[in-house]
């Protein structure tokens, strides 16, 4: 009788333990946020949340069982690892904190997301902060390292990421309707109508973005011009036509130039005269230019040094082409608008019935660059003179 009444707490006893064992592995494990890669981003761009315990945020078949919200807004996200949730950064993004809802427990990071501008909706124009060098003279536009830079005499640079401006040094001496190229880290400035020349320029300036400063190399040997096309292939610069006067024929010469040796060399003229507010574009290895007389397109194998007309390619004067860095495609802009040219199988160009909008106002766009897939404009508004910036965004 004694031994039942001392069973019975026993086994209270190790009920009970069983319940605070069954209580403890209810808990949930650990999952902390501990900061975010980057802390500032733009819309349309992949961030990562670091921390640990973000295993535990997925079910045994590997569905998510969390949400993660940045700023209030549910944001796609995915566990790469233990540490690390990579984020999707929408195109309705806002700022504020960065928080995981899990299993009815709300986890949030000690920092917080800062949205950076920029344009997040594809094939659309944005306006950007207007340059702010003087007014109605930038005439040179080249991208380096997440930055465009823009200038005349007065040299400025555009973070990409952060749309802002800032001065950096100027170029020895002024110069308009130049051709720009960047090899290897560093920018070139060639020929133009410049104060030394009078008429076309064959000067050639680097620009160090490190040093922050600008060095004379060797000037072309042919006659200077402006206006010319220029692309770059293996680390060398390819120069093409340009007037050597104002509003006179195009010169119809093709030189290379090796910033390594720092000698230029002659290359088979034109088959036909370029487009002098054209640019060059690549597809795969060769390139293409627009033909003033021909009104067709003209591909250059920089392998063989050779020319010859497509019969098939946009017919189309006055305008500027931007190679995507797919390659399979081009946008080209002509006046205030954006089409699109892709290539065919056989190899040959043909011009896409479907064009980009339109960009508000009337914009007859004059200088442009790229960075990765954005296309930056500079415009002079005709009736006021500032100096307009937009930004497009392909599809």
Not at 87 to 100: D, H, K, Q, R, Y
Not at 324 to 353: C, K, L, T
Request: charged share 20%; with cysteine.
């Amino acid at each position: 009788m004694l031994m039942n009444t001392i069973r019975l707490p026993l086994c209270y006893l190790f009920l009970l333990i069983v319940l605070i064992s069954c209580t403890k592995t209810e808990e949930l494990p650990t999952v902390e946020i501990t900061g975010l890669r980057p802390d500032k981003a733009r819309v349309n761009r992949f961030v990562e949340v670091t921390g640990k315990g973000f295993r535990n945020l997925l079910s045994t078949d590997s569905s998510a069982l969390f949400e993660l919200f940045i700023g209030g807004l549910r944001c796609d996200a995915a566990v790469m690892s233990d540490t690390i949730i990579e984020v999707f950064i929408p195109a309705n993004a806002v700022s504020g904190e960065t928080c995981l809802e899990w299993k009815g427990k709300r986890i949030c990071g000690p920092v917080p997301f800062t949205l950076l501008p920029g344009n997040g909706i594809p094939n659309s124009f944005q306006k950007l902060p207007p340059y702010p060098g003087k007014k109605n003279r930038p005439s040179s536009m080249f991208s380096l390292n997440g930055y465009i830079y823009i200038g005349f005499d007065d040299f400025w640079k555009f973070s990409v990421e952060r749309h802002t401006w800032q001065r950096v040094a100027d170029m020895p001496e002024w110069a308009t309707r130049t051709s720009t190229f960047v090899i290897r880290d560093k920018a070139y400035v060639f020929g133009g109508l410049t104060a030394s020349a009078g008429n076309g320029a064959n000067t050639l300036y680097m620009y160090d973005p490190v040093a922050n400063r600008w060095e004379k190399k060797a000037s072309m040997p042919g006659a200077g011009r402006m206006d010319a096309l220029v692309f770059v292939y293996d680390d060398k610069a390819y120069i093409i036509g340009g007037h050597e006067v104002y509003n006179q024929p195009v010169n119809q010469q093709c030189w290379r130039y090796d910033p390594q040796t720092d000698k230029w060399e002659r290359l088979p003229d034109l088959v036909s005269p370029a487009e002098t507010e054209g640019h060059a574009y690549r597809i795969g290895n060769l390139f293409y230019i627009p033909s003033t007389m021909l009104l067709e397109t003209m591909e250059f194998n920089p392998v063989s040094g050779s020319w010859k007309v497509l019969s098939s390619g946009p017919k189309t004067r006055f305008s500027a082409l931007h190679s995507s860095a797919r390659w399979e495609m081009v946008y080209q802009v002509m006046a205030n608008q954006v089409f699109r040219i892709v290539r065919r199988f056989d190899g040959q160009v043909m011009a896409d019935s479907y064009h980009f909008p339109v960009a508000p106002g009337d914009k007859q766009f004059q200088l442009f660059a790229s960075a990765g897939e954005e296309l930056f404009f500079m415009h002079i508004n005709e009736q006021t003179y500032e100096n307009e910036f937009w930004e497009y965004l392909p599809e």
